[in-house]
C-alpha cells in the first residue's frame, strides 16, 4: 500500500455528565492511505458524523488521537496552529442549504476559500482556477458567480463545495452524507465527482453514508458503525460478500433491492416487531 | 379490478404572489382498486407531494386545484370546490400519512387526548373511554405498550412516534391511504419496519388500499403492485412493478432505474451515469415533452407536441420515441369490432 495520510487511534468522544453521559465515538482506530476511498456507514446516531467533526478539528475528542503526514499529532492543536491542517483537508456536509453563507455570492465565496492557502493566486491566474474549477463540476462560470446561495439548487450547492475542494487542492476530503439530500439522477453525478477527485488528484477520501449502494459504487474499503463503535472493517467486496457481525449482515439485509412488487401474504410471525435500536 | 378510488385530470398550480403560476400537477389522472398499493416514484420537485395535498383533500393556498374529479364508489366530486366533498370522506375515505410524520403530533398533548381529538372531530358524541379504548386496541396490535397512550410526543423515540401517527392517521379505517414519503427520514432498518407495519394494516383491512409516495425506487419496487412515474409534474409512464422495473420503456424511467445504486456486485468498478441537465422550472415549462431537454433520444416531435398516455407493452407510457419504436406493431386496441 502507499503512504499513509491519515491515523487515527482509539479515538473517543463522550458527551454529557454523571448519568447523562453517552459516548457517541468510542475506541474507533483505523488508517487511511494516500487516494484511498474509505467509506462509514452505519445507522443514524451510530456517531458517523461525530468521527467527522472530530477529524475535522471542530469538535475535540475526549480521548485518542488523529496523525496527519506531513503535521504529526494534529489532535491537540490550537488557533492558528490548525491552519496548515486546514490547508490539506476540505469538508461536504450534508445539508447543501446550511453550508453557505447567505450574504456571500459564489464569486466571494470561492475568493475567500483561497485565503485558507499560504500563496493563493491572484488576478487572471485566481479567475481562471476559479473558472476551471467550476466548470470540472459541470458547473458554467458566467451562470453562477454572481448567483447567491438561495438561487442555486441543492445539488448545484454540493457541485459547488466540490469545486471548493477542487480549487484548494486538498489530501483530505471529508464527505459527510453529501448526497443524501439529493435526488438519484444527481447523486450518482455527485459520486462520479469524488471519484474523480480521488482517480485525478490523489486525493483520499473519508465517506460517510447510511447508504451501502453508495458505498459499494465508490469506497475501496468500508468501516461499519454500530453505537459509537466500529463493528466491521475491511475491504468492501470482502465485507459486503461475507459480513461477519451481525449488525453488517441486518443492515445488509435490509437494505432494499430492485423487487418485483409486494411479498405475497406470509405467516404472522412476520410482523413480529424488529428491534429497532434507539437513535442518538 | 374494479377501481376504489379515481383521481380524474387533476391540475394544481401554486399562484406566487407575483402573480406567477407554477403548475406541479397538470393533467394527472390515476386509480387505486380495493387492496391495491400503487407506488408513485419521482424526484424532487416532479410534483408527486402536490398530488398527495391534492388527492387527500388537505390542499391550502397558495395551492390551487385548477381543474380535476374524485371518483369513490362511484361517487364523483369536483375537486376544485372542496367544500363540496362530503364531511365523512375526510380521513374515512381518504387520509394522509404526511412526510415527516414524527414532527407531526402536537407536542403539549397527550397521545390520548389527541386520539380524542381525532376520533372526536368525525364523531361528536363518541365517549372519551370509548375513543381512548379503540386506540389501545390498535396500538396494541401494533406492538405498542400501553403506556404510549399516557406519553406526550418527547417521551417516545423516533420509531414509536411513527408507529402512533401510522395509528391516528389510519384509526377512521380509511379505504384510501395517502402515504407521502412516510419512510425518507429513516433510516433502512426503521424503514423496513415502517412498510411491514402498512403491510400489515392492508392484510388486516384496517385499510382498504395505500398510495405510497416516494423517491426511493428500491423501496417502492418492493412494496407497490403498480408503480406510476412523475416528471416535471406529469405521468410518464405507469405499469406493474415488474414491467416498471425488469422492461421500462420510458428513456426519464430508464435513466432512474440506471441511476439506481444497489449494493451489488454489478454496481462495483463500472461508471453509472447520472441524467444530465435538471428538471423544468414550472412556471415555464419547456414546450412538448418536457423531459426532452434531457432526454438522449428526443425527436424533432418531442421538442413541439406533448406526448399522450399511450398503452403500449401492456403499461401506460407517454412518449414520442417509444411509440415510433412499436409504430410497426399496430395496436389493436380502440378498434371497433
Keep these: 500500500m502507499t503512504e499513509t495520510l491519515l491515523e487515527v487511534e482509539g479515538l473517543t468522544r463522550r458527551f454529557g455528565s454523571g448519568r447523562n453521559v453517552v459516548t457517541a465515538v468510542k475506541d474507533v482506530s483505523f488508517t487511511l492511505a494516500r487516494g484511498e476511498i474509505l467509506a462509514v456507514v452505519g445507522e443514524s446516531g451510530s456517531g458517523k458524523s461525530t468521527l467527522a467533526r472530530l477529524i475535522l478539528r471542530l469538535l475535540p475528542p475526549t480521548a485518542g488521537s488523529i496523525r496527519f503526514a506531513g503535521l504529526g499529532d494534529i489532535t491537540r492543536l490550537q488557533g492558528h496552529k490548525l491552519r496548515p491542517f486546514w490547508q490539506h483537508v476540505q469538508a461536504i456536509f450534508q445539508d447543501p442549504f446550511a453550508t453557505f453563507n447567505q450574504f456571500f455570492t459564489v464569486r466571494r465565496f470561492l475568493e475567500r476559500s483561497l485565503g485558507i492557502l499560504d500563496n493563493p493566486p491572484e488576478g487572471r491566474e485566481r479567475e481562471e482556477a476559479i473558472s476551471a474549477a467550476l466548470r470540472a463540476v459541470g458547473l458554467e462560470p458566467s451562470d453562477v458567480l454572481m448567483k447567491w446561495p438561495h438561487q442555486l439548487s441543492g445539488g448545484q450547492r454540493q457541485r459547488l463545495m466540490i469545486a471548493r475542494a477542487l480549487l484548494l487542492r486538498p489530501k483530505l476530503v471529508i464527505a459527510d452524507e453529501p448526497t443524501s439530500m439529493l435526488d438519484a439522477s444527481l447523486r450518482v453525478t455527485v459520486l462520479n465527482l469524488l471519484a474523480d477527485l480521488r482517480r485525478e488528484h490523489e486525493v483520499s477520501i473519508l465517506f460517510i453514508t447510511h447508504d451501502l449502494g453508495q458505498a459499494f459504487y465508490l469506497a475501496d474499503r468500508l468501516l461499519v458503525m454500530y453505537r459509537g463503535e466500529v463493528v466491521e472493517h475491511g475491504p468492501i467486496e470482502a465485507v459486503l460478500s461475507a459480513p461477519q457481525h451481525p449488525y453488517t449482515q441486518r443492515l445488509l439485509a435490509d437494505v432494499p433491492r430492485l423487487g418485483s412488487g409486494r411479498p405475497k401474504m406470509t405467516s404472522p410471525d412476520r410482523w413480529a416487531p424488529r428491534r429497532v435500536p434507539a437513535g442518538e | ?337
Aim: proline share 9%; charged share 20%.
Design chain 2, 1 to 337: 379490478m374494479q377501481p376504489i378510488l379515481t383521481v380524474d385530470r387533476v391540475h394544481a398550480v401554486y399562484r406566487l404572489p407575483n402573480g406567477a403560476e407554477v403548475h406541479a400537477v397538470d393533467g394527472v389522472s390515476l386509480s387505486i382498486a380495493e387492496g391495491e398499493i400503487l407506488g408513485i416514484v419521482g424526484e424532487s420537485g416532479c410534483g408527486k407531494s402536490t398530488l398527495a395535498s391534492v388527492i387527500s383533500l388537505t390542499a391550502r393556498p397558495p395551492l390551487y386545484v385548477s381543474e380535476g374529479r374524485l371518483i369513490f364508489n362511484g361517487h364523483s366530486v369536483p375537486l376544485t370546490a372542496l367544500d363540496r366533498v362530503p364531511n365523512d370522506w375526510r380521513g374515512r375515505v381518504i387520509a394522509l400519512l404526511p412526510q415527516g410524520a414524527m414532527n407531526s403530533l402536537n407536542p403539549t398533548l397527550r397521545v390520548r387526548d389527541f386520539v380524542v381529538d381525532v376520533l372526536r372531530a368525525h364523531d361528536h358524541s363518541i365517549d372519551r373511554r370509548i375513543a381512548i379504548e379503540r386506540a389501545r386496541e390498535r396500538l396494541e396490535q401494533l406492538s405498542l405498550p400501553p403506556r404510549v397512550l399516557d406519553s406526550y410526543p418527547h417521551q417516545l423515540s423516533g420509531g414509536m412516534k411513527q408507529r402512533v401517527v401510522a395509528v391516528l392517521s389510519t384509526i377512521l379505517n380509511p379505504r384510501v391511504l395517502i402515504a407521502d414519503e412516510p419512510t425518507s427520514a429513516l433510516d433502512v432498518s426503521s424503514q423496513r419496519a415502517l412498510v411491514n407495519l402498512l403491510l400489515e394494516l392492508l392484510e388486516r383491512q384496517i385499510i382498504g388500499s395505500i398510495m405510497f409516495i416516494s423517491h426511493d425506487l428500491p423501496l417502492l419496487s418492493n412494496v407497490a403492485d403498480r408503480i406510476a412515474v412523475m416528471y416535471a409534474g406529469e405521468l410518464v409512464e405507469l405499469g406493474t412493478t415488474p414491467q416498471i422495473v425488469r422492461a421500462p420503456q420510458h428513456p426519464y424511467t430508464r435513466a432512474l432505474l440506471q441511476a439506481t445504486l444497489v449494493p451489488e456486485r454489478t454496481i462495483r468498478g463500472r461508471r453509472i451515469e447520472g441524467i444530465p441537465g435538471q428538471p423544468p422550472d414550472l412556471r415555464q415549462p419547456p414546450p412538448g415533452c418536457r423531459f426532452h431537454p434531457r432526454c438522449p433520444y428526443a425527436l424533432e416531435q418531442c421538442r413541439r407536441e406533448r406526448p399522450p398516455l399511450e398503452t403500449i407493452e401492456g403499461r401506460q407510457v407517454a412518449c414520442w420515441w417509444v411509440a415510433r419504436q412499436h409504430r410497426t406493431v399496430p395496436s389493436m386496441e380502440g378498434l371497433a369490432p
